[in-house]
Nanobody, 115 residues
Framework: QVQLVESGGGLVQPGGSLRLSCVAS????????MGWYRQAPGNQRELVAF???????HYGSSVKGRFTISRDNAKNTVDLQMNSLKPEDTAVYYC?????????WGQGTQVTVSS
């Protein structure tokens, strides 16, 4: 059974940084396209970034240049380094993968950017 568990969220001031981590069980992250999404209250879930097995990365326009997605194959995790955080980055952040024809989501981790 594939499970994704996110961690690393919290409260941070504008301009600060956080690093999110998504640990996978039941699958190997280097074999699949792994993504980070976020959802703010009242908004639809939106793509933040994804990374492919060939290390191609793609970012949403609102985070490009500030966020970096990476993979740690030894730990079987996908991480999201978030710098220069803004209040509009406040959301629940989710890790996801398409596995066996199904979209698997983690439970999410809350990120709040506020002074």
């Amino acid at each position: 059974q594939v499970q994704l568990v996110e961690s690393g969220g919290g409260l941070v001031q504008p301009g600060g940084s956080l690093r999110l981590s998504c640990v996978a069980s039941g699958m190997i992250v280097s074999v699949y396209r792994m993504g980070w999404y976020r959802q703010a209250p009242g908004n639809q879930r939106e793509l933040v970034a994804f990374i492919t097995p060939t290390d191609f990365t793609h970012y949403g326009s609102s985070v490009k240049g500030r966020f970096t997605i990476s993979r740690d194959n030894a730990k079987n995790t996908v991480d999201l380094q978030m710098n220069s955080l803004k209040p509009e980055d406040t959301a629940v952040y989710y890790c996801n993968v398409e596995y066996g024809g199904n979209i698997i989501w983690g439970q999410g981790t809350q990120v709040t950017v506020s002074s």
